[in-house]
């Protein structure tokens, strides 16, 4: 057994509940949202030519029932559930080596995206010391948000060979601690939390009933992971991944269906936080069919679809990796039949995961201009 | 006393209230929405630099202390608070003229933008037949959203004097009866209950202090007098009105200063919801010094920095005339230094009205492309 099979056995929904005891007092309850709306356009069966062209051409389109709940991270403190992973992370470092140790030493990571400004507010909260290795090629937005937390951004290539060069550069100096983006075991637990949340939103919404399914995106697939493990003793409620399909980006999808993980990804997806492969942690979670029944993948067009639909109907603002598994429910249409197969008339309650809405007018204008 | 004097007179807290029991089946109870970030923005003095070339040029900067809740008509039903008034103008026709009557002539307005849908909405909703005239140009999306209500479209010229003239020819054809958009006692109690609403969410949060002040965008000045008509007995809950400056938009500012009701605009000010002139009776509410203590007008850069911000800090979709009322405590130095000179340290606890979030994601791309 690796030692990665080995951590992912600890990964039980109980230090999922543990995590969320540790983190509550540092993130948004954010609000699980509904939409008639979408609710309406996802239980509208697909016309059969906005099928040409997909592998489902020529397909009778199924007429699967939804009843959809938003779990809004894209509402959560710096715009993503980045920040559950941070603060678990962190905490239990602090825990583990002491406060001394980990102040005297600080932490660094290197991310272009929600992670760093995750973990510059989750160091700064703490009064923590941070080093944030960033792509010199970073949104001046997302570079000024992590220097705003009190992190201190060092520039990089953008290849992860150049990343984790100045990352071994910069800890040499402070030895400051790695904090890893996915692919650990705490920071799979704080994502998880993201799980009991919406579990206990569903049920405080809904009475006697369970939800069906819930569906995440899957980028390093820590969410996917962490929401996987935390219903991983409740096979009634089935998780499900969403991945991006351009260029490779389904890395994951890929890797179930060959039975072992794809190791590189180069994408330029919209969806720019799922440009990563899965993690080998994470895939031994996701790549347990008890655990992650499915991964499905959207196309660029798709992608775009959802957003405009979240944004000009829901009127909440996403960014694109935030949709893929609306986008999933909409137009995939392997999912849908497996809905209208199950689910029958009562259809099916799926959760589906906002993961966050880092993005700015001009990248929407860029986008739909 | 001219008889929209006289009408001023019997509007009313209770009449507000009463509507409130009619209506309140078919609207949501919106949310009433704060954000830290905004806060903090708000209440940090602008920098000199940005004043270059305002009205308030060369003045040290104000330092107010804002605490802002923003109530989100963009959440409402169709995306605005129009169906406020819509449905309380229906449910009393056919309260006062009988269901046999207004079903049988049905209803007629015209609009190119939220009122359109929010009849249509309603008469749907209550069995009525519903006649909307919109300008040729209107947008797609705003066609097919009224016609998807049920409601049938006829399209005019734009101007003010082409559209009264084919709701003239429908209305001989027809005999449908007229829902005003903006200028009417039925609209204005309809348009109130959103003070009702935020009155009551701001209580359940704040306790043991009273809102200090609170600001709508005033187009045909519907929503800001059922707002002001609402706090009219409760003096200690100051209420302002938002206006744009492009090309004379602000008419309701303009004839504040001349004691007299500015009667026609012509302006294509990117808050196309407050493109018109503020109705009679309206204006013998805002006008009233004691109900309406002043209106303020902002110009098309702060309204895109004030829709900017909410977009990607609060991740919440509204349209440019949504935004007027932020944009004022942003940047109008004159209602900052109110505030400064009167909340001093406290500060003062503001509700902004968002009225709407009817965009697309290719308008906002124009905005800001």
């Given at each position: 057994m690796t030692s990665h099979a080995v951590a992912a056995q600890s990964l039980t929904p109980a230090a999922i509940q543990a995590a969320y005891g540790l983190i509550k007092p540092h993130v948004h309850r954010t609000p699980l949202l509904t939409c008639q709306t979408l609710d309406t356009i996802a239980s509208t069966p697909q016309s059969p030519e906005a099928l040409v062209g997909t592998p489902f051409e020529g397909q009778t389109p199924a007429h699967p029932q939804f009843r959809l709940f938003f779990k809004c991270e894209n509402l959560q403190r710096i715009g993503a559930f980045k920040v559950r992973g941070a603060f678990h992370a962190l905490l239990r470092l602090l825990e583990e080596r002491g406060e001394d140790e980990v102040k005297q030493r600080g932490v660094i990571t290197h991310s272009s995206g929600n992670h760093a400004q995750a973990l510059a507010l989750a160091a700064s909260t703490l009064h923590v010391p941070a080093y944030i290795v960033m792509p010199r090629i970073s949104t001046s937005s997302k570079i000024a948000g992590t220097r705003s937390y009190g992190a201190e951004v060092i520039f990089s290539g953008s290849t992860s060979v150049e990343r984790e060069a100045v990352v071994a550069e910069v800890q040499e100096k402070t030895n400051a601690i790695l904090v890893p983006p996915y692919d650990h075991f705490n920071i799979i637990c704080g994502q998880g939390t993201t799980a009991l949340e919406l579990e206990a939103q569903y049920a405080e919404r809904v009475e006697s009933k369970t939800l069906d399914a819930v569906i995440t995106p899957v980028g390093g697939g820590g969410l996917n992971a962490g929401v996987a493990t935390y219903f991983s003793d409740k096979p009634q409620t089935r998780v499900f991944g969403a991945e991006p399909s351009f260029e490779g980006a389904d890395d994951c999808r890929r890797g179930l269906q060959a039975g072992q993980r794809v190791e590189a990804v180069t994408t330029l997806t919209?969806?720019?936080?799922?440009?990563t492969p899965v993690g080998l942690l994470n895939w031994e979670v996701i790549s347990n069919k008890e655990k992650v029944e499915g991964v499905f993948a959207v196309s660029e067009e798709q992608i775009k679809a959802a957003m405009r639909l979240v944004l000009e109907r829901m009127k909440v603002v996403v960014e694109p990796s935030a949709v893929v598994g609306l986008a999933v429910c909409l137009f995939d249409e392997d999912f849908r039949r497996r809905v209208e197969q199950d689910g029958g008339e009562k259809g099916w309650d799926v959760a589906v995961v906002?993961?966050?809405?880092?993005?700015t007018v001009e990248a929407i204008g860029k986008l739909f201009g």
């Open positions: 919209i969806a720019d936080g799922l440009r906002f993961s966050g809405g880092n993005t």
